[in-house]
Every structure is written in C-alpha cells, then in structure tokens.
C-alpha cells in the first residue's frame, strides 16, 4: 500500500518546481508529508497551515518544516459570510452529491483560479491506520458483528436520521437494498468486519458520493489516500 501511494503522490506531483501541502498536527496529513519526503524530498515542497500563529497546529506544523527543512507558511483562516450561505450551500450540493456542512458553507463563495497548483491534503488517511479496527471505546464492537449485522448498522444510521419523513416510502426500501449489495460486494475481498467498514467508506462515501475537499475544482486539493491505486 505504502509503494502505491507513493507511485500516486510522484505521478501527481509530476515536473512541478513546487509542490504544496495542507500540513497541520494531524496523523493523515504528516503522513502525507512524509509520502512527498520521499519521492520528491524538501526543496520542492512548501506546507501551510491555518491558524494563528500560537496555535498548536501552526507550532506542530512548524516543527516538522524546521527538522525536514521545508518551507512553511500559516494563514488566518477564512472569515465566516452568512451574505453567501445559501449560494455556497447550492454550489456544494451539486459538486459532492450533497454532502457537505453548514460550516463549509459559510466561509464565503470561492475564487475558481484554474491555474493554481494543487495541494496535498490528508483526506482519508484514518482508514489505512486502522480508524474502524476494534476498541474497546466503540460501540458496538464491530469484531462481534457478522455481514448482516454491518448492514443493518449501515442502514441505521442513513434512515433513521431526524429530518423530514420520506415522501416515497419506496425510497428506503431501495436504499437498504443499494446497501446490502455494496457491504456484498465488499465482504467479497475480506469478511472481517472492520474491513468491511474501511472499504464501504473508501468507495462509497469518497470514490461515488464525494469527499468534498477532493471534489471540488476550485481547491485543487490532492488526496493520496483516497485514489483508486491506493486501495
């Protein structure tokens, strides 16, 4: 897995003199520093982290650029701007398939800027580092569970958020069957539970629903961990 995410991350970087990168105190995204480490070193990469400049993330971020020599910049984070909330809100839905949050959707109508580089970012990384292996913190233990049971958990959780009633009761009766063949066909490489979770939040959430941070054409946003090679 490693070898792969490294061939991803040295086609994406390609020719480019600079490479940039979302680096805060976060695992997922120092491990993606240290991805770009090795395949194309310091002297083309350049990390930036949002925050002030006492914050924890930024001295983190800091540190790392000051040991591994690469260059590093911090910047405020964007202002909240209820004026273009609803406009936002539009603009990702359509973009991710409706996913998103009212926390993204305040932070103001973006600038599309086809010529700017992209960025790596740490996106999906919790899965490959065990994030739905059993603890004894979860609830329920997913290593008890049985195929069945992972799609009933799955379906829980979609249908029976709070919200509006469904207006076609044929609606859900569909969506618990869409469910039942994507946890199938994910039992089909491995029956272990956990597994079963990993892959069904890989593919479906990020690869067909979209991880917003990826979708997007005007962040330019890189995510090793979420290409197709990498799993």
């Not at 990469?45 to 591994?68: F, L, N, W």
Request: charged share 20%.
């Amino acid at each position: 897995m490693i070898e792969n995410l490294c061939q991803k991350a040295r086609s994406l970087c390609g020719d480019q003199e600079l490479i940039r990168l979302e680096l805060t105190a976060g695992m997922d995204s120092r491990a993606v520093a240290a991805i770009l480490l090795s395949v194309i070193g310091p002297s083309r990469m350049e990390a930036q982290t949002s925050g002030s400049p006492d914050h924890y993330e930024v001295k983190t971020a800091r540190r790392i650029c000051r040991h591994y020599g690469i260059r590093h910049k911090d910047y405020a984070p964007t202002a909240n701007q209820s004026g273009t909330f609803l406009e936002h809100s539009r603009l990702i839905a359509f973009f991710s398939n409706g996913m998103g949050n009212s926390k993204g959707a305040f932070r103001g109508l973006p600038k599309l800027r086809i010529q700017r580089p992209p960025i790596f970012i740490g996106n999906g990384g919790e899965v490959f580092r065990g994030f739905y292996y059993p603890s004894p913190l979860r609830t329920p233990i997913l290593s008890n569970m049985d195929i069945d049971s992972v799609a009933s958990c799955l379906a829980k959780k979609v249908l029976t958020r709070p919200g509006p009633a469904w207006l076609d009761p044929e609606i859900p009766k569909q969506l618990n069957k869409r469910l039942e063949e994507a946890v199938g066909n994910c039992a089909r490489i491995s029956d272990f539970p956990a597994d079963i979770f990993t892959l069904f939040y890989l593919r479906e959430r990020y690869r067909l629903w979209g991880g917003l941070s990826t979708r997007v054409p005007w962040t330019r946003a890189v995510a090793p961990c979420l290409t197709a090679q990498a799993w």
